[in-house]
Antibody, heavy 120, light 107 residues
């Protein structure tokens, strides 16, 4: 069974750093890209970027380039989303998804989401 | 970025109804459009890709049409499990933008 399991909810202060994780199982982790999607409270989905775990090639949406870092460790089938300096506006739910095999940019299997709350 | 506009934002309907949701792109995206269903507190679920192809395991009461700039998602006979928020997503042009969502409510 394909599964993506994300790390738990986080509460952070502005200016702090954070890394959340997404562990894939039930499939060949290096054969599918991993996509990250943000959902701010009560808002729509936003495509952030994706990584190819086989070679760590990364695409960022221009809206998120420079604000987050996507990475992966293929030895443990885990992708990461990282912030060096959090802002209150980073509050939201972050989903990882396995990119569809034939349709670039789409997620066919999704993690359960990680709620990130940034508040002083 | 390509802008995706869904209508309506909210739709009230009853079990058994046929409903249609529209998604318009700010420029042509050919047939590179997907539809997702999201329930409260859950991750999105892919329903349809390439405008009209049903993802494996999705009930046949869901269907999609369109190309270019105008697309529709139709549910032929609403079931209780279908009340959720629906999003379209274009994947013709990076960075793969989503619509603002359509909330399907019970009338």
């Amino acid at each position: 069974e394909v599964q993506l399991v994300q790390s738990g909810a986080e509460v952070k202060k502005p200016g702090e750093s954070l890394r959340i994780s997404c562990k894939g199982s039930g499939y060949s982790f290096t054969s599918y890209r991993v996509v990250w999607v943000r959902q701010m409270p009560g808002k729509a989905l936003e495509w952030m970027g994706r990584i190819d775990p086989s070679d760590s090639y990364i695409d960022y949406s221009p809206s998120f380039q420079g604000h987050v870092t996507i990475s992966a460790d293929k030895s443990i089938s885990t992708a990461y989303l990282q912030w060096s300096t959090l802002k209150a506006s980073d509050t939201g739910i972050y989903f990882c998804a396995r990119q569809h095999a034939y349709q670039g940019g789409l997620g066919d299997y999704w993690g359960q989401g990680t709620l990130v709350t940034v508040s002083s | 970025d390509i802008q995706m506009t869904q209508s309506p934002s909210t739709l009230s309907a009853s079990v058994g109804d046929r409903v249609t949701i529209t998604c318009r792109a700010s420029q042509s995206i050919s047939s590179w459009l997907a539809w997702y269903q999201q329930k409260p507190g859950k991750a999105p679920q892919l329903l349809i890709y390439q405008a009209s192809i049903l993802e494996s395991g999705v009930p046949s009461r869901f269907s999609g049409t369109g190309s270019g700039t105008e697309f529709t998602l139709t549910i032929s006979s609403l079931q209780p499990d279908d009340f959720a928020t629906y999003y379209c997503q274009q994947y013709n042009t990076y960075s793969y933008t989503f619509g603002q969502g359509t909330k399907l409510e019970i009338k």
